[in-house]
């Protein structure tokens, strides 16, 4: 009943199996909004505004409308969401399975209720925009439900074994030397970016069957070509050197899928930017506004930054190594010159150079670091960063990648040979791993530096074979081993992107790499997840998003907030405190790892969202929750939801000291030799002002 009018809610079942309805469930929960704002249906290829695109500090205010004003000339070229993803006739993609390979059936992986419901919803929603259709296919890959930080989920397809039978295609790379010298010069710059780049090339009727995977409901195939297969990046680049044609290396310049347009003038650059537009429309190929960067003065290209001034090394290429900490100690001496000691055939008179150092390793001398040794320091680093150690990326030698872990950092080193052989250092890397990292096992930590280095110098690797050196022997087996981890999964994900070869070699082979994770230069703010999570999408579902937004509005304590944000009113607490990233309210806290962003909760989704993530998701402790979303005592609500909880009560084991085992009371003999008392309370005051009671038993 509403306003005591009767309302009728029709109830149906999708799914092909009976749900039996027990009395007094609950469905659905109703929540009346006291003020909600006016959402109009907008049509597909609205308009783009400021809020779509980044607005170029560098042009004046009419050059920001002219470009304003291009981007909606080709609206068409741009995709807001997944109804306006082109879909490109210039090329398809086929697979070509190895002789004698046979198809594969794998079993769905077991799922929870909640999980289960969830991967129909994915698969549903693919269906909805013709990426997936039905299959009778032999093959099927398992899929696994990968959970991201914001709370949403995604769907992730294991091609390990499909990867292994597919033929590995050639296609021409081009040599960065080349791409550089044809970005110099010039003093603007433009970034685009395609929008699920891979989702917008279809597959022949022929690898349509090969994509099959399985779920707990059924089979699929995709229609379109998906992240994680072995040949996608080739073909991508292919499809892209059509899209582009004569354009190509003149006005537009491509590596992979990252697309530069240079230009000396905005006059330039405004008539580029119209060629290429009109070339990916011809193409029905589709932007993602949000990521694109327009006339900027710099960019960052292949580890390099461009502008006016010319072409240098990016600000984070070599920090790994000009930044290593002056030793303290003997045993830190002795791991920076392993790292050192691993290039010294290319550094003139390095033994004579590294004496006031070496020195220091002796028994018998004491530790003691003065001028000397400070001055050899720097100047062996500076011999490590210039010629002939340091040399540029050739997609045409052959490739090594170097990682280690430890507890303390993760460190990638990018080398390849020259044309004797020797092996040069082309890019290194260094992280410190964050609190929840330096606890994990140490195979888990290896595959995450190994992850962690493809996913920083992708640029350079996509499409080249690579020779990764690990000194865990268990990754070697990396394609064979099978995990239900979602994170873990994710990363294998990631890796199907890259031909990688994995092979092992004994920790004390591998002194110059250890040298960097133990002593890492860049922090841990960002976390690998949160670095490739983009990298692996295939959807967006923007149903939530627009609902929260809806909630947080509908709250009169965040629409006044979100109102002084938008207004630019705010306080100086406020703005502090809060930000609006996309129409969405976020509170802003300081963690260990830096500063996060946490969801607001309006108060009409607290009771909703706690059972969504601890009931529905695992029985998380109040911690995890926290980490994601933030209301005012939080810690409080969500404790007494989890204390309330009949499932934790049952399975969770109690912490702490355990009270004993209870023994009988012995009855008294006579009345009133033993006495009972206790107190309940508080409860709600009564009329008298009472709220407790004492409650007291003879034991006779």
């Known amino acids: 009943m509403v306003n005591e009018v009767q309302i009728q809610v029709p109830v149906k079942n999708d799914s092909e199996h009976a749900v ?35 607005k170029p500090e560098c042009l004046n205010t009419e050059q920001q409308t002219e470009l304003l004003n291009l981007v909606n000339e080709y609206r068409s ?103 550089l010298e044809q ?77 530069f347009i240079p230009a000396r003038d905005w006059e330039e650059m405004k008539e580029r930017l119209r060629q290429v537009l009109e070339a990916l429309v011809a193409a029905k190929l589709t932007l993602r506004p949000t990521k694109c960067i327009f006339a900027v003065k710099s960019i960052e290209c292949l580890g390099f930054e461009l502008s006016a001034d010319g072409v240098r090394p990016g600000v984070v290429k070599l920090r790994a190594i000009e930044e290593f900490p002056k030793p303290k100690n003997k045993h830190e001496v002795r791991r920076f010159m392993g790292l050192a000691s691993f290039f ?21 001398t004491k530790f003691k670091w003065g001028p000397e040794q400070q001055s050899a320091f720097e100047q062996i ?91 865990c022997q268990a990754l070697v087996y990396m394609n064979s081993l099978k995990s239900t981890n979602s994170q873990i999964t994710r990363w294998f994900d990631l890796i199907q992107e890259f031909d990688v070869e994995v092979r092992h070699r004994a920790g004390t082979a591998m002194s110059h790499v250890d040298a960097l994770s133990r002593a890492p230069t860049e922090d841990s703010s960002d976390t690998l997840d949160d670095l490739i999570t983009e990298r692996l999408e295939v959807c967006v579902a923007v149903t939530e998003e627009e609902y929260v ?69 695992g029985h998380f402790a109040v911690s995890r929750m926290m980490e994601r979303y933030y209301f005012p005592r939080m810690r409080i609500y969500v404790k007494a939801h989890i204390n309330m909880c009949p499932e934790c009560a049952i399975y969770k084991k109690l912490r702490g000291r355990q009270a004993g085992m209870l023994h009988p009371i012995t009855p008294g003999n006579r009345p009133f030799e033993t006495v009972n008392i206790d107190h309940l309370g508080p409860f709600p005051v009564s009329s008298k002002g009472n709220a407790y009671i004492l409650v007291l038993v003879d034991n006779y």
């Open 381 to 471: 680093k500076l011999d490590l960063l210039s010629e002939p150690v340091l040399q540029l990326f050739d997609a045409t030698r052959p490739t090594e990648l170097h990682t280690d872990a430890s507890c303390n950092g993760l460190a990638g080193m990018l080398l390849q040979r020259d044309e004797s052989g020797e092996l040069r250092l082309v890019h290194c890397y260094s992280k410190k791993t964050s609190e929840t990292e330096r606890r994990y096992h140490s195979s888990k930590l290896e595959l995450m530096a190994i992850v962690w280095a493809l996913d920083r110098m992708r640029s350079w690797l996509i499409g080249v074979h690579v020779i990764i050196i690990t000194d």
């Open 549 to 617: 937004k809806g909630m947080q509005y509908s709250d009169p304590e965040l629409r006044e907030i979100i109102e002084s944000l938008k207004q630019a009113t705010a306080s100086k607490i406020t703005t502090q405190n809060y930000k609006l990233i996309n129409g969405l309210l976020y509170r802003l806290v300081q963690s260990a790892t830096g500063p996060r962003k946490l969801w607001m909760v309006p108060k009409r989704m607290r009771k909703s969202l706690v059972v969504k993530f601890h009931d529905l998701s």
């Open 77 to 179: 070229c741009f995709a807001l969401n997944m109804s306006e993803l082109g879909c490109t006739d210039l090329g398809t993609m086929d697979i070509t399975i190895k002789p004698g390979s046979e198809p594969f059936a794998a079993k769905p992986y077991r799922v929870s209720r909640n999980e289960r419901e969830e991967i129909q919803r994915h698969v549903q929603v693919w269906k909805d925009h013709g990426i997936v259709e039905d299959s009778t296919s032999a093959y099927a890959a398992p899929v696994l439900l990968v959970r991201k930080k914001s709370g949403e989920s995604r769907l992730v397809v294991d091609y390990r074994r499909l990867n292994d039978q597919t033929v590995k295609q050639v296609y021409p790379l081009p040599n960065i030397d080349d791409l």
């Open 344 to 364: 010294r055939r290319f550094v003139p008179k390095f033994a004579e150079k590294a004496r006031p150092i070496t020195e220091l390793t002796r028994k018998e």
């Open 20 to 54: 039996e309805v027990q009395a007094n469930d609950i469905l659905a929960r109703r929540a009346v909004v006291a003020q909600f704002p006016q959402v109009k249906a907008e049509p597909l290829n609205r308009p783009l505004t400021y809020d779509d695109i980044r």
């Open 183 to 259: 970005m110099a010069g010039y003093r603007m710059f433009t970034v685009l970016d395609l929008a699920h780049a891979y989702l917008q090339i279809p597959l022949t009727d022929a690898a349509k069957p090969l994509t099959s995977f399985i779920t707990p409901d059924g089979t699929g195939q995709f229609t379109r070509m998906v992240f994680g297969l072995k040949n996608a990046p080739f073909e991508f680049t292919k499809v892209m050197d059509r899209a582009i044609g004569r354009l190509k290396n003149r006005i537009v310049i491509n590596y992979f899928d990252d697309y």
